[in-house]
T-cell receptor, first 115, second 110 residues
Framework: EAGVAQSPRYKIIEKRQSVAFWCNPI?????LYWYQQILGQGPKLLIQ????????DSQLPKDRFSAERLKGVDSTLKIQPAKLEDSAVYLC?????????????FGPGTRLTVL | QKEVEQDPGPLSVPEGAIVSLNCTYS??????FMWYRQYSRKGPELLMY????GNKEDGRFTAQVDKSSKYISLFIRDSQPSDSATYLC??????????FGAGTILRVKS
């Protein structure tokens, strides 16, 4: 079974530029998450989708971050304009109910550096 | 105060040692408790899952949850160099939205 795919793996931009990340979840997983992981910290949930709909975006900085999940499969996360403090790894995860609860499977992440 | 507190380490142990990793939390609504392992430049992977209080064992790994003390632990027996990674505790009230600790860096020396 293929895992969660993310691209690009690395991105370097100047502050005030825009950037977009792409995620392809595991086939059949209805729930998709975007997390932000700053160096030395645990992942922080930015947004959760159930199929096409947003379940939780309470920690998404909506003045600069946006996300969409078209057709309930792939998702994109955009930052516009980027700030220095946005430097982090952006993780995408998808989940399925298993014997281990709502098990989330993570992609390798996109490492963003804002200069 | 953070909802989940975890000592970042690093924790350095010799091969074969028993490792103890811990987290404390403040939200009494948490009832799902997980441990994730994250290798460098990779995403986290689920290692252990526990619902409510008690112990769960899986091979060399044992997870313990003490809800009365708001304290969870992960024990690794016979630690191996391949266990060197960052270990993240994670918790949830609903089973859906996870709150992660900062992660503990573990280094197992051969």
């Amino acid at each position: 079974e293929a895992g969660v795919a993310q691209s690009p793996r690395y991105k370097i931009i100047e502050k005030r530029q825009s950037v977009a990340f792409w995620c392809n979840p595991i086939s059949g997983h209805a729930t998709l998450y975007w997390y932000q992981q700053i160096l030395g910290q645990g992942p922080k949930l930015l947004i959760q989708f159930q199929n096409n709909g947003v379940v939780d975006d309470s920690q998404l900085p909506k003045d600069r971050f946006s996300a969409e999940r078209l057709k309930g499969v792939d998702s994109t996360l955009k930052i516009q304009p980027a700030k220095l403090e946005d430097s982090a790894v952006y993780l995408c995860a998808s989940s399925i109910i298993s014997g281990r609860g709502n098990e989330q499977f993570f992609g390798p992440g996109t490492r963003l550096t804002v200069l | 105060q953070k909802e989940v507190e975890q000592d970042p380490g690093p924790l350095s142990v010799p091969e074969g040692a028993i490792v103890s990793l811990n987290c404390t939390y403040s939200n009494s609504a948490f009832q799902y408790f997980m441990w994730y392992r994250q290798y460098s430049r990779k995403g986290p992977e689920l290692l252990m899952y526990t619902y409510s209080s008690g112990n769960k064992e899986d091979g060399r790994f044992t997870a313990q949850v003490d809800k009365s003390s708001k304290y969870i632990s992960l024990f690794i027996r016979d630690s191996q160099p391949s266990d060197s990674a960052t270990y993240l505790c994670a918790m949830s009230a609903s089973g859906n939205k996870l709150v992660f600790g900062a992660g503990t860096i573990l280094r197992v020396k051969s």
